[in-house]
């Protein structure tokens, strides 16, 4: 019943150049990430309320992945309508009921459960093969029993370095958004640059 989302947020994507401006045109739109490694499953991913993370995450893909030739952040108004939160309990305890549900699936059929994996040394496990699979499972369940479809993900993600020593909060914390239903974009824009000329608003 509180899984309704009536207010609006701000989401940024890192993407190329050229899909950004063609997207900002009107000339393209939604376009989900189908990875089996995606953190929230599949959907189309924003940096809530972050341009700056969205930044840096083009960077990344840049010079480490060398996924993107020029980065490019894009804003969009979004409206998550029925959103799997996972920053309350009850959408935390679905998804280790869906994940177990998974799990008896891969015994019974004798196969492994997929991991999440790190890249290198960093300690962050970026591969989420594993989360993918149980968010996929569940969005699969779902339809099969034709309960209503969620709408977007949310979940928070502590990520990078102690910010400080023995800080609770790390360097590249964020909340990361995966939509689903495109209809829940209600615009994308250009982020703009604050104007230091006049008191922030």
């Known amino acids: 019943m509180y899984k309704h989302y009536p207010s609006l947020v701000f989401g940024f994507h890192?993407?190329?150049?050229?899909?950004g401006e063609t997207i900002l045109s009107g000339d393209a739109g939604f376009k989900a990430?189908?990875?089996d490694y995606d953190w929230l499953g599949h959907g189309m991913y924003f940096w809530e309320?972050?341009?700056h993370r969205a930044e840096k995450?083009?960077?990344e893909l840049k010079n480490l992945r060398k996924t993107l030739n020029t980065p490019f952040v894009i804003g969009a108004v979004i409206h998550l309508g029925y959103c799997f939160d996972l920053l309350e309990s009850h959408s935390l305890q679905l998804l280790k009921e869906h994940y177990f549900s998974l799990k008896n699936t891969y015994l019974k059929v004798g196969l492994e459960m997929p991991k999440n994996n790190n890249i290198g040394k960093k300690p962050d496990r970026l591969l989420r093969k594993l989360d993918c699979a149980v968010f996929?499972?569940?969005h699969s369940e779902m339809k099969k029993t034709e309960e209503k479809p969620f709408d977007s993900i949310r979940a928070a993600f502590w990520e990078g370095k102690e910010l400080y020593p023995s800080?609770?909060?790390?360097?590249?914390n964020h909340i990361q958004i995966c939509i689903r239903n495109p209809n829940c974009i209600k615009g994308y824009f250009r982020p703009l640059e604050m104007d230091t000329s006049h008191p922030r608003v």
């Open 136 to 138: 996929e499972s569940m």
């Open 33 to 35: 990430s189908t990875n």
């Open 14 to 19: 890192a993407c190329e150049r050229e899909m």
């Open 167 to 172: 800080a609770g909060f790390k360097e590249k």
């Open 57 to 59: 995450y083009g960077d």
């Open 49 to 51: 309320n972050s341009p």
